[in-house]
């Protein structure tokens, strides 16, 4: 069986505020277009305690700081092959 990539998207006040509330969108959709979503452990977490570098996203224990969507769209692609 195929591992899943783990993807971990920081909910916590500062990171959703910064923009992971779009992000958090932005990776359901990616995922369900590119028919991922069996792929993937996608979950959120309260806090990563790196506020003041957010919006925090966490994929394979790689953490990426101040994602955009722009950033986000090449992480995923990248992470993805595609």
Not at 27 to 34: I, P, R, T
Not at 36 to 64: A, H, M, R, W
Request: hydrophobic share 35%; charged share 25%.
């Amino acid at each position: 069986m195929e591992k899943k990539i783990d993807i971990t998207i920081c909910l916590g006040s500062s990171c959703f505020a910064r923009g992971n509330n779009k992000n958090l969108e932005f990776v359901q959709e990616y995922l369900k277009e590119n028919n991922l979503t069996d792929k993937v452990n996608f979950k959120g977490q309260l806090c990563s305690k790196l506020c003041n570098e957010g919006p925090v996203i966490i994929i394979d224990g790689q953490v990426y700081k101040e994602v955009n969507k722009v950033k986000l769209m090449e992480i995923l692609n990248k992470t993805f092959n595609i």
